[in-house]
């Protein structure tokens, strides 16, 4: 995972079970969600979002209504947290080399902490573009 904060510095993590973007206040998240840069979610109106190793499958994501991953498929899970828009997404599964984009839309109202297994970044609203926030999360098994 690559984390750019708000003070531009970034750091770069490495996830055994998940990365995730979760909601720090009581307001909903609304994150954009890219793969290998194509828009696939314009906004997604949640309490976080994960993306899930086959290993960490079985834990937070599988609690999120995730699949389960196999051992060895090359694939990972990307996983909404109680999703409110778009009502019918459930997520993906996406080959182990994509590359996942997720932007934090409106983060001075709703801020997100990011976190990369037990390491997490809350340090409020991170680096601007014109989409607001953004975290890069990219994985590779």
């Not at 970034?10 to 828009?39: C, F, P, W, Y």
């Not at 949640?46 to 937070?60: E, M, N, Q, R």
């Amino acid at each position: 995972m690559s984390v750019t904060c708000a003070d531009g510095s970034r750091h770069e993590e490495l996830a055994i079970n998940e990365v995730s973007l979760i909601r720090q206040t009581h307001n909903a998240a609304h994150i954009r969600v890219e793969v290998d840069g194509k828009h696939q979610v314009e906004e997604l109106v949640c309490d976080g979002i994960l993306l899930a190793t086959p290993v960490g499958s079985t834990a937070y994501n599988l609690s999120a209504h995730g699949p389960v991953v196999p051992l060895g498929a090359g694939l990972l899970a990307l996983t909404p947290i109680s999703p409110f828009r778009p009502r019918r997404w459930r997520g993906a599964l996406l080959g182990e080399t994509a590359k996942v984009c997720l932007s934090v839309l409106e983060p001075d109202f709703r801020p997100v902490s990011a976190s990369a297994d037990s390491t997490e970044y809350r340090e409020g609203p991170a680096g601007r573009d014109r989409a607001g926030s953004r975290y890069h999360a990219s994985a590779a098994l």
